[in-house]
């Protein structure tokens, strides 16, 4: 399967300041998710990464909130703008692989907003 | 859009007993069903899933089934290890969603040695 890596790894913000997200992935992939995952729950999808194109995102989220890049088939990042202790989450990357619906996931981004 | 419900919540079991996690969805187009386990502070890694022409699939202590027909599926693990302790996440897509999965609330599996 693909290796996927995110950085930061974790990272500590302050209200009103903006983080971006990287996710590498070793080999070229159809797909690219972001996914965040607040404490104790499960995983929501916000956004698909499209290559060379705008972000598809899911109800609830919005570009001016979580704008989203993907240059290539290998990297894209997630930015969280302006934010609030409610962004305090695990943000991750996943990938689906060409010709197959399995997707892998990243190791995570944990943010906590102060 | 798909809804995909899990039970039970939490699930306690004596290390060497079997553990059933079940899930249901609502869109009957969904066709890939994969099972993920995270372990405390690590990423969701896949363990086993089944796509829609197959009933059961099993690899080693792991086996899932499906029922197409009253949309549900289920997670079995036998011979339960403490390495087996984790949250475990039931998904399904479907071939018109473009990727996109949907989760499963969790079920938080604790083995007691």
């Known amino acids: 399967s693909a290796v996927i890596s995110q950085k930061p790894s974790r990272d500590i913000c302050q209200r009103g300041t903006s983080l971006t997200i990287q996710c590498q992935v070793d080999?070229?992939?159809?797909?690219m998710f972001w996914y965040r995952q607040q404490p104790g729950q499960s995983l929501t999808l916000i956004a698909t990464?499209?290559?060379?194109?705008?972000?598809?995102?899911e109800s609830g989220f919005v570009i001016d909130k979580f704008p989203i890049s993907r240059p290539n088939l290998t990297f894209s990042t997630l930015t969280v703008s302006n934010m609030s202790p409610e962004d305090s989450s695990i943000y991750l990357c996943?990938?689906?692989?060409?010709?197959?619906?399995?997707?892998?996931f990243g190791p995570g981004t944990r943010l906590t907003v102060l | 859009g798909e809804n995909v419900e899990q039970h039970p919540s939490t699930l306690s079991v004596q290390e060497g007993d079997s553990a059933v996690i079940k899930c249901t969805y609502s869109?009957?187009?969904?066709?890939?069903f994969p099972w993920y386990k995270q372990e405390l502070g690590k990423r969701p890694q896949l363990i086993i899933d089944i796509r829609s022409n197959v009933g059961e699939k099993k690899d080693q202590r792991i086996a899932v089934t499906l029922n197409k027909t009253a949309k549900h599926f289920s997670l079995h693990i036998t011979e339960t290890q403490p390495e087996d302790s984790a949250v475990y996440f039931c998904a399904a897509i479907t071939t018109d969603s473009w990727g996109k999965l949907q989760f499963g609330a969790g079920t938080q599996v604790v083995v007691t040695p």
């Open positions: 996943s990938v689906e692989e060409r010709g197959s619906d399995t997707q892998y």
């Open positions: 869109d009957s187009a969904s066709n890939y």
């Open positions: 080999s070229q992939v159809t797909m």
């Open positions: 990464a499209n290559q060379g194109s705008e972000a598809t995102y």
